[in-house]
């Protein structure tokens, strides 16, 4: 296996148990606050603080990786790619023992200060793809970023499943609600082996960016590199893509709910096949790129994500609802593939930490701007989430075309060593 191949084994990992990690709490926090007879809060604790509680819950992980994204980044161009993924992996496995801990023990105090740190630690996304973009010759490097698509839709997959089974004690009856997070932090102990003896970065990636232009640039604070005239437009571009996303992951059950009474197994199953299209999605990536070129792909990507948000409120029956998802998931993961590739190829090679940091926050930005406002539309109109994502994808269509800069469509030369 070449050096090339192993380092992306362990990105590849390290991806995908993130992004499990991430959303293995999904099925086991609503229980957890909501249903007094658990025990985690106390029974006098009304409904609506519960929920209040919830959601800060939920929020502290992203709010954590907000922040810690582009300092991690940041600190990985200068101190080196690996030691920093060590002790960030090492940061998130502590961070999910308090909170296995802190619910074990009932103590709400802890799970809090657990997801945050977690969080924090879990802007590691960012050094995965520097590392990606690092050892990545020209020829492989779209290949190499869909794979890391690919393990964040199946970490998306599995995550939810080990969160329902280890909290089920119909299951074992040693399972319980704290089990999911000492399995999150043994995940990561196992990930942080994995990532000690498997990942060596080749020489001739060590060896990028050390030009002195390169130099310059590594030492831009992160509003510098924001504002970079090459990269801006990628980073506008990406908040506009990941906007739209998150309106259709987030609100598609909503809709189903309220038109056609789905069930939570119905929702399941959604998730389930349109994982399909995502992952065959980021395998086919490199394929298309090679006609249509990267601006190609980022194009008609965001036309198969507007595409299928607007059809998706149009049929009437269950069955045919699956087509538009399928549209719209396929357009997502090559959305995601190609807007990370707009600020990999964009930033200096002695940057990428940084730039794909902020890269990490601008996608969170979205996320929690696409939860408020589909929210509120959906109050208002159960279809208004799908047509502004729509919209949202087609202004994608329009800044990819005419903004982005030709830097950021294109990898830069490869120094390659011989093998």
């Not at 090339?4 to 609503?30: D, I, Q």
């Not at 996303?245 to 059950?253: T, W």
């Amino acid at each position: 296996m070449s050096q090339e191949n192993k380092a992306m084994s362990a990105v590849f990992l390290t991806v995908l148990f993130g992004f499990a990690g991430f959303s293995l709490p999904y099925p086991v926090f609503g229980p957890m606050f909501l249903k007094p007879e658990l025990g985690f809060l106390d029974p006098s604790v009304p409904e609506q603080y519960r929920t209040i509680l919830l959601g800060v819950a939920m929020a502290l992980y992203p709010i954590g990786q907000f922040i810690g994204a582009p300092w991690l980044g940041r600190l990985s161009d200068r101190v080196g790619r690996k030691p920093v993924l060590v002790a960030s992996l090492l940061g998130a496995a502590s961070g999910y023992v308090v909170v296995a801990v802190g619910v074990a023990n009932a103590n709400l105090p802890m799970v809090l200060i657990g997801r945050f740190v977690s969080g924090l630690c879990e802007g590691n996304m960012a050094i995965a793809q520097s590392i990606a973009s690092d050892i990545s010759k020209p020829e492989n490097k779209v290949r190499n970023f869909g794979l890391i698509t690919v393990a964040i839709n199946v970490g998306w997959i599995i995550g939810p499943l080990m969160g329902g089974f280890f909290s089920d004690p119909s299951i074992h009856p040693s399972f319980n609600v704290s089990w999911p997070f000492f399995f999150a932090a043994g995940m990561y102990g196992f990930n942080l082996l994995v990532v000690a003896v498997v990942l060596h970065i080749p020489e001739y990636a060590r060896r990028r960016g050390r030009t002195k232009d390169d130099q310059i640039v590594a030492g831009r604070s992160v509003w510098a590199t924001l504002r970079d005239p090459v990269l801006l437009p990628g980073y506008a571009v990406s908040f506009a893509s990941y906007f739209a996303i998150y309106l259709f992951f987030c609100f598609f059950g909503v809709y189903l709910v309220q038109t056609h009474d789905v069930t939570s197994s119905f929702l399941g199953m959604c998730s389930a096949i349109i994982s399909i299209p995502l992952i065959l999605a980021g395998l086919t990536v490199e394929r298309a790129q090679r006609p249509l070129g990267l601006r190609g792909v980022a194009t008609l990507g965001h036309l198969l994500l507007a595409i299928g948000l607007i059809t998706f409120v149009l049929p009437d029956g269950l069955v045919w609802v699956f087509v538009p998802m399928c549209i719209a998931a396929f357009g997502i993961a090559w959305c995601e593939v190609t807007t990370s590739l707009f600020i990999s190829n964009g930033a200096g090679a002695h940057e990428q930490g940084q730039a794909l940091g902020i890269y990490r926050s601008v996608h969170v930005l979205a996320e929690a701007a696409a939860v408020l406002t589909g929210g509120v539309l959906a109050g208002l109109n159960n279809t208004s989430p799908f047509m502004v994502g729509g919209v949202a994808a087609m202004i994608c269509v329009i800044g990819i075309l005419g903004w982005v800069k030709s830097r950021a469509l294109t990898p830069a030369p490869a120094e390659v060593a011989a093998e």
